[in-house]
């Protein structure tokens, strides 16, 4: 099992564009039995949990058998010649799981085909469903973790992901290894208190938490390379 994680970002002027791909991309995908599981999603403006959309990119994630279904996908498929024909950038990140708890529309997608290894960089997947009568309380707790993420060391980059605008959320964040990870994740004192209130409060009515182990990251993020070592 292969994940990828694509992100692209369309020029102003080709904006409908990106809103067209999350429709005619589903027949693509429909039609093609070698991916076990995708989603095409929108792109928050601040890497994580976010209610300002940002309309230029989007992104798929998807699940392959091999790696050569997986190539023949990025650089042979006519979602690729979309991409070339209307994109200003692209960037792909490969990666096999470690571990993964929870579900995504009642699936559980990603199926473990790595050891864990504390000192490789590591990427971190968080989804969640927001239950609607929770969704006030749940955005009123996202701005103080959201600010804090960004400065957090040994954090490589972060992007907010998500189907459907205020309920249907996931952040993908890279770190330098599992130390930094979960010193964001279980000491950082404001995301600890968030945690805390997601299960006091029942905020969700499906989640999903796994962990992968970079395999390639090529192309530009936010107009840079990702640089995973």
């Known amino acids: 099992m292969l994940f990828l994680l694509t992100v692209v970002r369309y020029p102003w002027y080709f904006t409908p564009f990106g809103f067209l791909s999350m429709a005619i991309f589903r027949i693509y995908f429909f039609f093609n039995s070698k991916s076990?599981?995708?989603?095409?999603m929108g792109c928050?403006?601040?890497?994580t949990f976010d209610l300002s959309p940002d309309l230029s990119r989007w992104a798929?994630?998807?699940v392959w058998n091999s790696k050569e279904d997986l190539g023949n996908f990025k650089t042979k498929s006519w979602i690729n010649t979309y991409f070339r024909l209307f994109t200003l950038e692209r960037w792909n990140l490969e990666c096999l799981n470690i571990e993964s708890h929870g579900e995504?529309?009642?699936?559980?997608?990603?199926?473990k085909n790595?050891?864990?290894?504390p000192l490789q960089p590591i990427g971190v997947l968080t989804r969640a469903s927001i239950k609607p009568k929770k969704a006030l309380s749940f955005w009123k707790n996202v701005p103080a973790v959201s600010s804090d993420l960004g400065k957090t060391p040994g954090l490589i980059t972060s992007i907010g992901i998500?189907?459907?605008?205020f309920f249907k959320q996931a952040t993908f964040s890279i770190w330098e290894n599992a130390a930094a990870?979960?010193?964001f994740a279980?000491?950082?004192k404001k995301h600890k208190l968030v945690i805390e209130k997601t299960r006091k409060e029942g905020w969700y009515s499906e989640e999903l938490f796994a962990r992968f182990h970079v395999v390639q990251s090529s192309g530009t993020y936010l107009e840079k390379e990702v640089l995973i070592n």
């Open 44 to 47: 928050g403006k601040n890497g």
């Open 181 to 183: 990870m979960k010193e």
């Open 162 to 165: 998500g189907e459907i605008p």
């Open 60 to 62: 798929i994630i998807s």
């Open 114 to 117: 790595i050891h864990f290894d």
């Open 186 to 188: 279980y000491r950082q």
């Open 104 to 111: 995504w529309d009642k699936k559980s997608p990603f199926q």
């Open 36 to 40: 076990t599981f995708h989603k095409l």
